[in-house]
Antibody, heavy 119, light 107 residues
Framework: EVQLVESGGGLVQPGGSLRLSCAAS????????MTWVRQAPGKGLEWVGN????????YYVDSVKGRFTISRDNAQNSLYLQMNSLGVEDTAVYFC????????????WGRGTLVTVSS | DIQMTQSPSSLSASVGDKITITCRAS??????INWYQQKPGKPPKLLIY???NLQRGVPSRFSGSGSGTDFTLTITSLQSEDFATYYC?????????FGQGTRLEIK
């Protein structure tokens, strides 16, 4: 089955760190750009950043630059999001998504993992 | 950053109705717009890409149009499963940005 499954969310104190993982299956993971998108409770969608197929290029939204790092392990079919210096504004469901090979549209989504930043 | 502004923010309609959601980009995005549907507690689902192309499996009652800065998502003959929140998304220039969403509710 073609799917993405996120894990690693939870409650963390402001200033803390968390690492999210996304396990891909059912497709050739190394062929695709991968993206993280987040959604604060009751709010809209925000693109967080993405990573090229071989991991050599990454891009981030300004609000997370210098704090978040996206990486991948193609041998393990896994995507990661290392989040440091977390603030309450980072509270959200984080979705792992696949970018279509033909353009920057997100044709496969995981169910998401909730990150709550609170003291 | 390119801002994507959707209207209306919410909409009430009945089964069988035809509805239109508009998305306006703050600058010309050519045809680099996609539409998603999201139901509560679920991830978004890609409906339409590059203005008017239906993603595989999406019913033909969904359609998209527009160019430049103004785009529309139309749903003809609403079905009960269509009541959800809809988002537009531009992929013309980084960072990728989404509209704020349009919540479609049952009247």
């Amino acid at each position: 089955e073609v799917q993405l499954v996120e894990s690693g969310g939870g409650l963390v104190q402001p200033g803390g760190s968390l690492r999210l993982s996304c396990a891909a299956s059912g497709f050739i993971f190394s062929d695709f750009w991968m993206t993280w998108v987040r959604q604060a409770p009751g709010k809209g969608l925000e693109w967080v950043g993405n990573i090229q197929q071989d991991g050599s290029e990454t891009y981030y939204v300004d609000s997370v630059k210098g704090r978040f790092t996206i990486s991948r392990d193609n041998a393990q079919n896994s995507l990661y999001l290392q989040m440091n210096s977390l603030g309450v504004e980072d509270t959200a469901v984080y979705f792992c998504t696949r970018e279509s090979a033909a353009g920057t549209r997100f044709d496969l989504w995981g169910r998401g993992t909730l990150v709550t930043v609170s003291s | 950053d390119i801002q994507m502004t959707q209207s209306p923010s919410s909409l009430s309609a009945s089964v069988g109705d035809k509805i239109t959601i508009t998305c306006r980009a703050s600058q010309d995005i050519d045809t680099y717009i996609n539409w998603y549907q999201q139901k509560p507690g679920k991830p978004p689902k890609l409906l339409i890409y590059a203005v008017f192309n239906l993603q595989r499996g999406v019913p033909s009652r969904f359609s998209g149009s527009g160019s430049g800065t103004d785009f529309t998502l139309t749903i003809t003959s609403l079905q009960s499963e269509d009541f959800a929140t809809y988002y537009c998304q531009q992929s013309h220039s980084p960072p990728i940005t989404f509209g704020q969403g349009t919540r479609l509710e049952i009247k």
